[in-house]
């Protein structure tokens, strides 16, 4: 069983910086692909970025060139660096952690609003 606690959401000004963290446990995480999602207001859960355990990584067409996701295996954390916000930024992200045969795991979300 895997447990993610999302935290580091907030107000951001456009064109303005957010770092989100996720901090996960319960089971051997370097076996899971982690990510990142996100869902607006009236809108599908859409993907913002994913990273491997080995480091590679998949952005989202909107955020490529302004999110960066890192991870730290030994301390189990993901996180998105969000730099150059727009406020079509502005959704609920949710981590994820990912592991091929086994269901999805989910954080609770954190809420990021993107406003002046």
């Known amino acids: 069983q895997v447990q993610l606690v999302e935290s580091g959401g907030g107000l951001g000004q456009p064109g303005g910086s957010l770092r989100l963290s996720c901090a996960a446990s319960g089971s051997i995480l370097s076996l899971y692909i982690m990510g990142w999602y996100r869902q607006a207001p009236e809108k599908q859960r859409e993907l913002v970025a994913t990273?491997?355990?080995?480091?590679?990584?998949n952005y989202a067409d909107s955020v490529k060139g302004r999110f960066t996701i890192s991870r730290d295996n030994a301390k189990n954390t993901v996180s998105p660096q969000m730099n150059r916000l727009q406020p079509d930024d502005t959704a609920v992200y949710y981590c994820n952690a990912r592991r091929l045969g086994f269901r999805d795991h989910w954080g609770q979300g954190t809420q990021v609003t993107v406003s002046s």
């Open positions: 990273i491997t355990s080995r480091g590679s990584t």
